[in-house]
T-cell receptor
Framework: DAGVIQSPRHEVTEMGQEVTLRCKPI?????LFWYRQTMMRGLELLIY????????DSGMPEDRFSAKMPNASFSTLKIQPSEPRDSAVYFC????????????FGPGTRLTVL | SQQGEEDPQALSIQEGENATMNCSYK?????LQWYRQNSGRGLVHLIL?????REKHSGRLRVTLDTSKKSSSLLITASRAADTASYFC???????????????FGQGTILTVHP
């Protein structure tokens, strides 16, 4: 298996623009997680899905952030409009049994909002 | 404060020495996991220890868990320069035995192993 795939790997955009991050989980994994990592706040869970259904989005910063999982092999995290404070590395991870199991992380998307 | 907090924040040792990192947490857990992150990369799972286990080994890694003290330690024996990375503990917290379904990560320990 290719592991968790994320795209793009790097994104530079201007404040106010819409940003869409993409993730393909490992086939057969029922859980998908979106994290954000910054120096100041460390690794934060934004939202996670089980069987394509959002279970906990309490970590989503505000209404500018939205996430979808239209099918078992694809998820998106959208920021609209983007702000400089959204600059971070965004990771997607998947697992078989959620927090009871190993989480496999993608390589991350480094987002810079100017 | 964080559910999982690592100590020390940074550790610098020579190749061949052992490295010990500690993690403390606040609530009941189902399991505790350790992950490694090389600079600019995603996290890689190292080991998972369940709440009813006290010690686990994997190669040069040894993890202990003390649920009475709400703490865990990760020992890397005979360290190598390639072990240089950040190490994170993550907890699967529960309320009354029911998992919240998500991991909470600590801030990490930055380990530097000098050749």
């Amino acid at each position: 298996d290719a592991g968790v795939i994320q795209s793009p790997r790097h994104e530079v955009t201007e404040m106010g623009q819409e940003v869409t991050l993409r993730c393909k989980p490992i086939s057969g994994h029922d859980y998908l997680f979106w994290y954000r990592q910054t120096m100041m706040r460390g690794l934060e869970l934004l939202i996670y899905f089980n069987n394509n259904v959002p279970i906990d989005d309490s970590g989503m910063p505000e209404d500018r952030f939205s996430a979808k999982m239209p099918n078992a092999s694809f998820s998106t995290l959208k920021i609209q409009p983007s702000e400089p404070r959204d600059s971070a590395v965004y990771f997607c991870a998947s697992s078989l049994r959620g927090a009871q199991d190993t989480q496999y992380f993608g390589p991350g998307t480094r987002l810079t909002v100017l | 404060s964080q559910q999982g907090e690592e100590d020390p924040q940074a550790l610098s040792i020579q190749e061949g020495e052992n490295a010990t990192m500690n993690c403390s947490y606040k609530t009941s857990i189902n399991n505790l996991q350790w992950y490694r992150q090389n600079s600019g990369r995603g996290l890689v799972h190292l080991i998972l220890i369940r709440s009813n286990e006290r010690e686990k080994h994997s190669g040069r890694l040894r993890v202990t868990l003390d649920t009475s003290k709400k703490s865990s330690s990760l020992l890397i024996t005979a360290s190598r320069a390639a072990d240089t990375a950040s190490y994170f503990c993550a907890t699967d917290a529960n309320a009354g035995g029911t998992s919240y379904g998500k991991l909470t990560f600590g801030q990490g320990t930055i380990l530097t192993v000098h050749p």
